[in-house]
């Protein structure tokens, strides 16, 4: 299993809603990661798990809320989002310093 | 900090042609990976080929090949017998040695393939 999968594929959304974005990868990988990429830009980090511990926060608004219930697992809690925040939110994992990440098919978000 | 830079928004190349992406980079460290990401249509970003700082010879992978020059930091990628599924975002990227570091991404080239 070389995958990372993301749930849901799509995902609208209103400005009060509260909803949760989730990411799986069942190859022992120890490092997780959540970007955004806005269209025709490259992707942007926000969050890095380190065995399940969050060890980068790349200064995003607390708003988005991420969370690492065991290694196989990254949640991104979604409250009170803005239309700006609309974008593709990309995970991926890693095993370790000289391995390649693999991305996940990413959720398309549109806030409403 | 590094900066990754693709000069070339966008590229089409003609079927069974060969085409090149240039990707320049900045960086004061001597120890790093270099990657070619492809992103087709179906969003997800799939690693096409990666090159150690450390190692001369350039990397290769079937029809995809790169131009490692380390002293002029540029790290170009060729594409050979161009088919109608490498059509797609490419993102050239950076990633340090150290511990801890991240990916940095260039802006990407859209490269369309003509038939």
């Known amino acids: 299993d070389t995958e990372v999968t993301q749930t849901p594929k799509h995902l609208v959304m209103g400005m009060t809603n509260k909803k949760s974005l989730k990411c799986e990868q069942h190859m022992g990988h120890r490092a997780m990661y959540w970007y955004k990429q806005k269209a025709k830009k490259p992707p942007e980090l926000m969050f890095v798990?380190?065995?399940?511990?969050?060890?980068i926060n790349e200064s995003v608004p607390s708003r988005f809320s991420p969370e690492c219930p065991n290694s196989s697992l990254l949640n991104l809690h979604l409250h009170a989002l803005q239309p700006e925040d609309s974008a593709l939110y990309l995970c991926?994992?890693?095993?370790?310093?000289?391995?390649?990440?693999?991305f996940g098919q990413g959720t398309r978000l549109t806030v409403v | 900090a590094q900066t990754v830079t693709q000069s070339q928004p966008e590229m089409s190349v003609q079927e069974a042609e060969t085409v090149t992406l240039s990707c320049t980079y900045d960086?004061?460290?001597?120890?790093?990976?270099l990657f070619w990401y492809k992103q087709p249509p179906s969003r997800q970003m799939i690693l096409v080929i990666r090159?150690?700082?450390?190692?001369?010879q350039n990397a290769t992978e079937n029809r995809f090949s790169v131009n490692f020059q380390k002293a002029a930091k540029s790290f170009s990628l060729k594409i050979s017998d161009s088919q109608l599924g490498d059509a797609a975002m490419y993102f050239c990227a950076y990633r340090s040695a150290r511990a801890g570091n991240m990916l940095t991404f260039g802006g990407g080239t859209r490269l369309m393939v003509k038939p």
């Open positions: 991926a994992s890693r095993q370790g310093m000289n391995t390649e990440a693999f």
């Open positions: 090159q150690e700082a450390y190692k001369q």
């Open positions: 798990y380190s065995y399940e511990k969050l060890s």
């Open positions: 960086t004061s460290e001597s120890d790093y990976y």
